[in-house]
Structure formats: structure tokens, C-alpha cells
């Protein structure tokens, strides 16, 4: 599925849009609110920081440097976060918890 058609059925749906860009060996995650109604709570936002501490973790145990702190930023008043170098073996499972996450904790916008 191409990003767009991707980007297109996560808002017809109201779900959470993630995009990985894999490398050799590590990948770049993308967690982006803008497609849904809602954004994450403040309990999400902290579970997520979590699942992020935890590849940081597994990553130091196998030698590999820390890397830099995940990124949240703000689009159209819905957050967005970007993590780097989360092992290629272990997205799958990072995505699926994260998205998890995301559609459990998050919070209606008001609207204006």
C-alpha cells in the first residue's frame, strides 16, 4: 500500500498513522496523530515514552550506542513522535504496541 492510500485509510478509519523507513539494520518510526480526532493523554504519551526507554534498553544490552531521545511535535494541534533506531528485528512488535497504545489512550479534540 502506497504511503498516501495508507495515509488516506488511517483517517477514513480514525486510527493512528505510523510509517517505518527500515535501513540494514535498524529503522525510523513515525507515530502521527493528524489522521485521528483525538490525541494521545498524558498516559499515553507516558506508555509510549516507556516502550521507547525499553528498545533504548535492549539496544545498550547488545552494545549499541544510546541514540537520541524521542521527538514529539505538534501539527494542526496533534502530536506526532519520531524515534530513531529501533532494531529491525523488533519494529514489528514496537508498531503493533505503540499503535496499541495510541488507540487506548487517547483523547477526543474539542472542537473550536
Known sequence: M???SHYRYCKLNNIPYITVTKATKFCKVNLD?????SNLSEIGMELIKRRYEIEHDYLESKH???TSK???TTSEGKESCYYEKIYIKRVDDFCNRIFDIAMKYNKPLLSL
Open 64 to 66: 549499541h550506542p544510546k
Open 70 to 72: 524521542i521527538r514529539w
Open 2 to 4: 502506497k504511503l498516501n
Open 33 to 37: 496523530m493528524v489522521s485521528t480526532k
